[in-house]
Structures are given as structure tokens and as C-alpha cells.
T-cell receptor
């Protein structure tokens, strides 16, 4: 699996958009970008994934650059409950491969 | 919404004792995983399981660890002789075909405390 680089922590004001960056410059052509988050010590929660097109679901949007070397997870209207560690992961979209979690970005949403 | 359930939520054991952590993955999922997280550290991969056998394991998953899917619903992690350093949160996860094998669904975890 390719490695990712994320800032260790970020702050965001409640109600504003939270933009979490991720660098994955060594990503290969068939690897997807996945985002998870972990609130306190709960089990990690899947957020979104994508290959090269931008993706949006009810939780977030994922913007992947054209060269696929970086991506941004956008939480459009952050709430206090979005305070968590956010993990950017690249991996193959096939079974049997482990998903490896890095240190992630600790997002603090402040009132 | 279907979910992965884990029991017990918290277990305290003496060093050297055997521990079994149980998980009920989502029913139509095909791939099963155990991860652990030592307090304040990263979520670490332990083992993946597919088609009734281990498909991959990490260096953490030594001979003290074993996994089993004894029936169609349960997935267990056994630690044969616990050590102090086994104290951690243990997370079970599963994936199905719909979201792809990267979309892991995690349980809420079992906290293991070894004294």
C-alpha cells in the first residue's frame, strides 16, 4: 500500500467547512483513496472513497487532484461531533488486502 | 442498519490467562479482520480472514493469537497466554462486496486489560 502524509492536527470553527488534506504522491494507478474517522476510542468509521473522480455522500466530499497525488476531505458544515481523528488511506480495491491506518489528522471543531 | 457487534465490551484478566474475544460480523460480509489499538497509539492490523482461513497476518499476530469462525455468524480472536502488553482495544471489522473490500465496518471494540 502507498503511504500517505497528513497534518497531525487541525482546528475548525463549528458551522464552517473543514478541509482535511492528504498527500499520497506514490499512489499507483489502481489504488483507491479511502477516508475513515475515529471518534474518541470508538471503532473507526468509514466515510468515503474514490479513485480519480470527486465523490460526495451524506457525510463528506472527496476531492482528488488530477494527478492523484493528493486529496482533500471536506466536511461542509462541521459540528462539535465531527471532532475526531481522520485517516486517509490508499489501497487496492480488491479483497484480501489489509487496510493500514497511519497516525491521521486530529480535527478539533470549536464552538 | 446492520452492524458489527463485539463482546465483551471490557475484559480484565490476569497475565498468562487465555482470553477469547467474540465478534458477530455483518451477515452477508465475506472478509473479516481483527485490529488492535494500544491506548494513545495507532490502529494496528492483526489478521484478515477469508473463506475460512487466514489470508494475511501481521508480525504482531504470533503463535499466541488465533482466529476462528466456529459457525456461520461468529468470528473469534483467542489470545492463548496474555501478556501485559496485550492490553488494548481490539476491533473486529468486516467487509462485503457492495462497498468494496476497503469499506470496513468496525465494531465498537473490546477493551482488554491484562494485570
Amino acid at each position: 500500500d502507498a503511504k500517505t502524509t497528513q497534518p497531525p492536527s487541525m482546528d475548525c470553527a463549528e458551522g464552517r467547512a473543514a478541509n482535511l488534506p492528504c498527500n499520497h504522491s506514490t499512489i499507483s494507478g489502481n489504488e483507491y483513496v479511502y477516508w475513515y474517522r475515529q471518534i474518541h476510542s470508538q471503532g473507526p468509521q468509514y466515510i468515503i472513497h474514490g479513485l480519480k473522480n470527486n465523490e460526495t455522500n451524506e457525510m463528506a466530499s472527496l476531492i482528488i487532484t488530477e494527478d492523484r497525488k493528493s486529496s482533500t476531505l471536506i466536511l461542509p458544515h462541521a459540528t462539535l461531533r465531527d471532532t475526531a481523528v481522520y485517516y486517509c488511506i490508499v489501497r487496492l480495491f480488491t479483497g484480501g488486502f489489509k487496510t493500514i491506518f497511519g497516525a491521521g489528522t486530529r480535527l478539533f471543531v470549536k464552538a | 442498519e446492520p452492524e458489527v457487534t463485539q463482546t465483551p465490551s471490557h475484559q480484565v484478566t490476569q497475565m498468562g490467562q487465555e482470553v477469547i474475544l467474540r465478534c458477530v460480523p455483518i451477515s452477508n460480509h465475506l472478509y473479516f479482520y481483527w485490529y488492535r489499538q494500544i491506548l494513545g497509539q495507532k490502529v494496528e492490523f492483526l489478521v484478515s480472514f477469508y473463506n475460512n482461513e487466514i489470508s494475511e497476518k501481521s508480525e504482531i499476530f504470533d503463535d499466541q493469537f488465533s482466529v476462528e469462525r466456529p459457525d456461520g455468524s461468529n468470528f473469534t480472536l483467542k489470545i492463548r497466554s496474555t501478556k501485559l502488553e496485550d492490553s488494548a482495544m481490539y476491533f473486529c471489522a468486516s467487509t462485503g462486496l457492495a462497498g468494496g473490500p476497503g469499506e470496513l465496518f468496525f465494531g465498537e471494540g473490546s477493551r482488554l486489560t491484562v494485570l
